[in-house]
């Protein structure tokens, strides 16, 4: 791991496998806690790099326990470390590791990354500068706001992963929609594959033959746990033997407030009176091992961009039942792998997780679609492929727009 521009930046190489000149990427990112975008983010370097191109990843903090899944993390990745909420020496930190590193193209995800990599990049002369949408119909602080709009002139390409982002981000920045690429997330399909979870689930005290719903979650608002706590009643009442296992936990430093929902979530789940029903495990760092052990599992969220948990679950041959949000029709289609039912309908929820968890013939033909979906649409190399694209179609416009001018 290398702090600020101290890094010995990775080696170049010759060709991409493809034949093509290999382009030199610098992904930035808020941190590196358990979460989907830096998981993405890990994933889309990896695979990337694999392609033959040199790809670095810079964190704007020094949490960082996504960095072991980091290939050769000791000289990929950097750390510009953001010291206070306002601190202004980030970006001349970051200009400097762009100009060192000599990069093509710099590609920022989360709000904090996305503002330093408009600056920074500007500042360092970066050939592209990319930004990120991870989600859909949130609100931004007013402060947030102004900041975007301010440097917005300073970016040249914006990647969504999903299509109702891409839109979401447009209409509130005041952005051209042209600006807007969406590649979906991708999920490794080796790590993440149908296995025998019999023993793990031995290993947390199940039964073999319990009925297990999974939901993987950072304790967010955005991941709606309380809709899932309310049809829990309803599947308990058809199922009584049903266990929900909760993967996730707080955000590091309850930042966003979800140290407050966390306490609001555990509150809930005793005035109902199910928390013998529940396990909940925190963040793990083994959540491959733990989809196998699941019958079914659920995402009830509020809004999304491309849901990562949706991708692991179907990769592990394991259907997903999700709300009726963003992209998720797209990503998870209805009644093939798993089903979709409308945002805060507890009943249709119930309904759906008992028909997986009462019928095992339709739950395996599920699964077993999942898991080539997953392979055939959501794969590493896709997104690889696909953002590598984006990057070559933007700095090839980019090269037209200047000798245009000159």
């Known amino acids: 791991m290398n702090t600020d521009t ?34 993405q983010v890990i994933e889309l370097a990896n695979q990337m790099a694999a392609d033959g191109n040199v790809v670095d990843v810079c964190s704007l903090s020094s949490y960082v326990p996504l960095a072991s899944s980091l290939h050769r993390s000791e000289r990929r990745l950097h750390i510009v470390h953001k010291r206070f909420m306002f601190d202004a020496t980030v970006v001349p930190r970051l200009a400097a590791l762009l100009r060192k590193g000599r990069y093509d193209v710099v590609h920022s995800f989360l709000f904090d990354a996305d503002i330093a990599v408009r600056l920074a990049g500007r500042l360092a002369g970066t050939p592209l500068v990319v930004g990120s949408e991870r989600n859909t119909d949130y609100r931004l602080k007013k402060r947030q706001l102004i900041a975007y709009r301010l440097s917005r002139g300073c970016v040249d ?63 967010k608002t955005q991941k709606n746990h309380p809709l899932l706590f309310a049809a829990a009643r309803h599947v308990l009442e058809r199922i009584p033997g049903t266990r929900f296992l909760l993967v996730g936990d707080e955000l590091y430093a309850g930042m966003h407030g979800s140290d407050e929902y966390k306490r609001r979530v555990n509150e809930l789940v005793d005035t109902l009176g199910i928390r013998d029903r529940c396990l909940f495990l925190g963040n793990r760092s083994d959540v491959a091992r733990l989809y196998p052990v699941c019958d079914v599992t659920v995402l009830p969220s509020l809004f999304e961009g491309t849901p990562n948990v949706a991708l692991e679950s179907m990769a592990c041959g394991v259907p997903v039942v999700a709300t009726d949000v963003s992209d998720n029709a797209k990503v998870i289609p209805d009644g093939r792998v798993g089903f979709i039912v409308p945002l805060g309908d507890e009943r249709a929820l119930a309904d759906r997780l008992c028909r997986l968890l009462d019928d095992p013939v339709r739950r395996a033909e599920m699964g077993k679609a999942a898991r080539e979906w997953a392979m055939s649409e959501f794969s590493t190399a896709r997104l690889a492929e696909k953002t590598e694209a984006v990057y070559r179609e933007g700095l090839a416009g980019r090269r037209l727009r200047t000798a245009g001018a000159a």
């Open 157 to 219: 390409l914006v990647i969504a992963n999903s299509s109702a982002g891409a839109a979401f981000n447009s209409r509130t920045l005041g952005q051209d929609p042209g600006m807007y690429r969406v590649v979906y997330n991708g999920v490794d399909t080796r790590t993440f594959a149908p296995a025998d979870g019999r023993a793990m689930r031995r290993e947390l005290g199940l039964g073999e033959h319990e009925p297990i719903v999974g939901m993987f979650a950072s304790f």
């Open 6 to 39: 101290t890094a010995t930046l990775a080696a170049p190489v010759p060709t991409t496998t493809a034949g093509k000149t290999p382009l030199r990427v610098l992904l930035v990112i808020s941190n590196l806690e358990f979460g989907g975008a830096q998981r």
